[in-house]
């Protein structure tokens, strides 16, 4: 086998020593290889020079004309405005550094080339500080005969560095020491051009090319990369899933009584997407290997009974059940609900989260090791070291996106100790858009609750201005008063959370003053969990008409009653959070309403935010628009983003491959295993990382 490219290091081409190849590391530049698939992001067209009559606002274009006149002008800021035509139209050279040397080689008559990007300006088309120079009036030479590529750079390496280190890898590069790994029969069927061609192209695309094509990342030498990293990353996770999937896990061949008597005691019956997800939990227990099931449901879906029948099954086989969720207040909600349960029926749910301290923790952690606790909710303090499991054998994660894919890992080490996986339900309430979920999980089977449970009222969505806040509080005191239930949510800047709590503090005192009739609470995360936990069971127990809360009530709290939310400076607020807020109302019988009390005057983002807000409220809608808005590395939280930061591929821009992406890493895994070490060496050096946790 030929040495690959991958192997050559950056310090074998001209001109690359120590210092530059250290700049080139910045990059993630540390071989040959690396340096081929250090791709352009633009493209300047320097072939052709355009006639200014057929300029578009945003070009950069070399454009020649004749100086027609130049002058000073005071304005906000002194510049130098420099007019020039051409027989199609007229231009203006701006130049806000300037000498009279160059106010006085710009002399009328004189012939100039330029290039820029076209603005507009008070005076029409105007490009600022362009690169320029005279010309004689027979010149006609392109500057250049190709495309000029515009590379991504770092402190201390220019474009024209990077241009001749690229020019050099390319001289090297064959299809023999940058292997072809997708086979003909592949690349034919989703046409796919050879890897090389793809890569000599993009750093030399040809003067003719489609440049707005090229732009959008449309062209097929763009697609061709972008699908092999996306190939790549299926690859890892159907790699991932095999592997989770070749260790035991404890068989669980039927439902029960358990589950039976759980669902007597319930004032409702299940609905039927809660039925047929229920289902789809007991077929994966009795397959003998480990469950990886992600549930979606949209808030309110009813996710928790799901997992507690799931659980119910678990435990009258003998084995222990993990609940783990994301915040203190929703662990202890659903340690509420299960306690409420699965107590009456001699089942006991211990509890566990990282403030428990002294006795109470010393008899949670000792029941929990031996067994006598067959139900475990609490938040991330489960995956502590002095956390023992006896016979753990199902763990539900909720909400997932907070929690990364290695602290779902450590918990599944926590029931390894018998040679057996725990089998794995993760719920979670902010839909995920399909592109996502096929990217990102693609190791999970997903279920589906599509279904809310009868009787729910959509709420109505109110978009109302902070002038008129007054308004609002009376409403407020209107709803209370005919015994209804209100939230009113502070938001601030997310970085402080200090901040955050004093403005609800004061929000709270200022209502108070305000609403002397009504009791209101106070929840924000610097309450002792305690303090947290008495003021929730009020609020349940509508001893407090109004919450005044920070986003801490974001996930999962559950009081059927209240049916007013005031969310304050919404616009402030990714699209999930909203619907998440907007989901803790609308659950009881009461027609619920959302009021978002934005700080006026809104810009772009927060106006198409709200307004989605107001259109919808099905969860996938708003999550599709929420990634169309902010990307998918936002979406999935920042603990899972490095894991997803594309070289070539962008997710929302190549949404449309994916289709194609899986079926072709099914074939290749099934007909070309040979080749899927090698690709994912390629595109993920160090998948072995994330995927041995
Ligand atoms: P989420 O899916 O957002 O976690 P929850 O599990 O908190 O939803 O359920 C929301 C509310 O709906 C709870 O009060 C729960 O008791 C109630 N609920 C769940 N399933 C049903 C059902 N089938 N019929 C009526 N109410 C239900
Ligand atoms: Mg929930």
Not at 408 to 429: C, D, S, V, W, Y
Not at 551 to 561: L, M, R, S
Not at 669 to 680: D, G, I, T, W
Request: a neutral charge.
């Amino acid at each position: 086998m030929i040495d690959g490219l991958h192997t050559q290091d950056v310090r074998e081409l001209k001109g690359v020593g120590h210092a530059m190849a250290e700049k080139l590391a910045k990059l993630h530049l540390h071989t040959v290889q690396d340096v081929l698939f250090h791709l352009p992001i633009r493209y300047q067209d320097r072939t052709r020079v355009v006639p200014i009559g057929q300029l578009r606002f945003g070009d950069e274009a070399v454009i020649e004309g004749q100086v027609t006149g130049c002058e000073i002008k005071m304005g906000k800021r002194r510049s130098l405005l420099c007019r020039i035509k051409d027989p199609t139209g007229t231009l203006c050279l701006r130049f806000f550094h300037f000498s009279a040397a160059q106010k006085k080689q710009l002399e009328t008559g004189k012939r100039l080339r330029c290039f820029g990007e076209i603005r507009r300006g008070s005076a029409g088309f105007e490009i600022y500080h362009p690169e320029y120079k005279m010309i004689g009036d027979e010149e006609t030479q392109p500057e250049s005969a190709q495309l000029t590529p515009i590379y991504p750079l770092t402190d201390g390496l220019t474009q024209t560095k990077i241009r001749q280190l690229c020019e050099q890898a390319l001289e090297r590069l064959t299809p023999f020491n940058l292997q072809e790994w997708l086979p003909d029969e592949l690349r034919t069927q989703f046409r796919l051009p050879p890897l090389c061609d793809a890569i000599q192209f993009l750093h030399h695309p040809s003067r003719d090319v489609d440049l707005e094509q090229l732009r959008l990342g449309a062209h097929p030498a763009q697609y061709r990369l972008s699908f092999e990293e996306l190939m790549a990353h299926q690859l890892s996770l159907i790699g991932k899933r095999l592997k989770a999937k070749q260790d035991a896990a404890v068989n669980i061949h039927c439902a029960g009584e358990l589950s039976q008597q759980l669902l007597t005691q319930l004032p409702f019956s299940p609905t039927n997407a809660q039925r047929r997800v229920f289902e789809e939990i007991l077929d994966d227990l009795a397959t003998g290997q480990p469950m990886l099931r992600l549930v979606q449901g949209d808030v309110g879906s009813g996710k928790t009974l799901v997992a507690a029948l799931a659980a119910a099954s678990v435990v009258q086989a003998g084995y222990q059940v993990a609940i783990m969720a994301p915040t203190e207040i929703l662990a202890e909600q659903h340690y509420h609900n299960f306690t409420q349960w699965f107590e009456p029926l001699g089942i006991h749910v211990a509890w566990m989260i990282g403030k428990i301290k002294g006795k109470a923790r010393e008899k949670a952690l000792t029941d929990i090791a031996s067994g006598n606790a067959k139900i475990v909710v609490g938040t991330h303090a489960l995956f502590q070291d002095s956390v023992e499991f006896d016979r753990l054998a199902l763990a539900v994660i909720d909400e997932q996106h907070r929690f990364g894919v290695h602290q779902r890992m450590a918990l599944r080490e926590k029931g390894m100790k018998h040679g057996f996986q725990p089998h794995q339900l993760i719920m979670t309430a902010t839909p995920i858009p399909r592109t996502l979920a096929m990217s990102a999980y693609a190791d999970l089977d997903c279920s589906v609750i599509d279904e809310l449970p009868p009787g729910r009222t959509p709420v109505n969505t109110i978009v109302v201005s902070d002038q008129r806040r007054q308004e609002v509080i009376d409403r407020v005191k209107s709803a209370c008063e005919e015994g209804k239930q209100a939230y009113w949510v502070c938001t601030l800047i997310e970085e402080s959370e200090a901040l955050q709590c004093q403005a609800a503090e004061d929000t709270a005192i200022l209502l108070q003053e305000q609403l002397g009739n009504l009791s209101i609470g106070l929840v924000h995360g610097r309450l002792k969990s305690q303090e947290k936990a008495d003021i929730m069971a009020k609020f349940k127990a509508a001893e407090i008409q109004l919450l005044v809360a920070t986003t801490v009530i974001e996930v999962g709290v559950d009081v059927p009653n209240s049916s007013l939310m005031v969310i304050e400076n919404p616009e402030r607020l990714g699209l999930a959070q909203l619907h998440q807020l907007r989901g803790r109302v609308g659950r009881g019988k009461a027609a619920s309403h959302c009021v978002l009390l934005y700080k006026a005057p809104l810009g772009q983002q927060g106006k198409a935010r709200l307004s989605t807000m107001r259109e919808t409220s099905d969860g996938f809608k708003i999550a599709e628009k929420d990634l169309e808005l902010r990307g998918p590395g936002e979406l999935l939280g920042t603990r899972q983003t490095g894991i997803w930061a594309f070289k070539v591929a962008d997710l929302q821009r190549d949404k449309h491959l994916l289709d194609d992406v899986q079926q072709a890493a099914a074939r290749l895994h099934s007909q070309y295993p040979e080749n899927v070490a090698p690709l994912l060496l390629r595109w993920l050096p160090s998948h072995d990382q994330y995927l041995n946790v």
